[in-house]
Antibody, heavy 117, light 108 residues
């Protein structure tokens, strides 16, 4: 059974960089059939796609976040990562990683990241 | 960017009754449309993809229809565990995609 697990700091200071990693177990991140994505959800609000990455390193980002987002993949560790720079309180959210095919069929449990000094 | 609009924002339905949720795309997304269910404190769960194909393990009371710009999620006979927030998602310009703002399905 495929499992995804987000990890990273739960508290980030304003203007700093948010960094998260998603570790995939029970399957290979190098599958040619899937992209791997990050989605976030501010408290009490809806879902927002952040970006997606292929095992080759090809990426696609939400235009509204593109200037601040960097995603990377490490196939040897079977994980992929997210960096979001110059964060503000508006970036406070639960961050999910998910496998992406026709929709997102496997999700991590999510990790709350709070931006505060 | 393709904008997804869901209606209504909140839907009140009695257990055992039928619920119909709508999703509209700002431009055609063909059948590249998914539906998700999200309960408090949980990650979203994929219900429907390809506009009408149920994901693995999803009960038959969930059905999706539509193509182009108009889509519907129908829950034929509501069970207590179905009260949740539902999101639609287009993936027509995969791997880019966008979500609707959600419909909260609550007990009447």
């Amino acid at each position: 059974q495929l499992q995804l697990q987000e990890s990273g700091p739960g508290l980030v200071k304003p203007s700093e960089t948010l960094s998260l990693t998603c570790t995939v177990s029970g399957g290979s991140i190098s599958s040619s059939s899937y992209y791997w994505g990050w989605i976030r959800q501010p408290p009490g609000k809806g879902l927002e796609w952040i970006g997606s990455i292929y095992y080759s390193g090809s990426t696609d980002y939400n235009p509204s976040l593109k200037s601040r987002v960097t995603m990377s993949v490490d196939t040897s560790k079977n994980h992929f990562s997210l960096k979001l720079s110059s964060v503000t309180a508006a970036d406070t959210a639960v961050y999910y990683c998910a496998r992406q095919a026709s929709g997102n069929d496997y999700w991590g449990q999510g990790t709350l990241v709070t931006v505060s000094s | 960017e393709i904008v997804m609009t869901q209606s209504p924002a909140t839907l009140s339905v009695s257990p055992g009754e039928r619920a119909t949720l709508s999703c509209r795309a700002s431009q055609s997304v063909s059948s590249n449309l998914a539906w998700y269910q999200q309960k408090p404190g949980q990650a979203p769960r994929l219900l429907i993809y390809g506009a009408s194909t149920r994901a693995t393990g999803i009960p038959a009371r969930f059905s999706g229809s539509g193509s182009g710009t108009e889509f519907t999620l129908t829950i034929s006979s509501l069970q207590s565990e179905d009260f949740a927030v539902y999101y639609c998602q287009q993936y027509d310009n995969w791997p880019s995609y966008t979500f609707g703002q959600g419909t909260k399905l609550q007990i009447k």
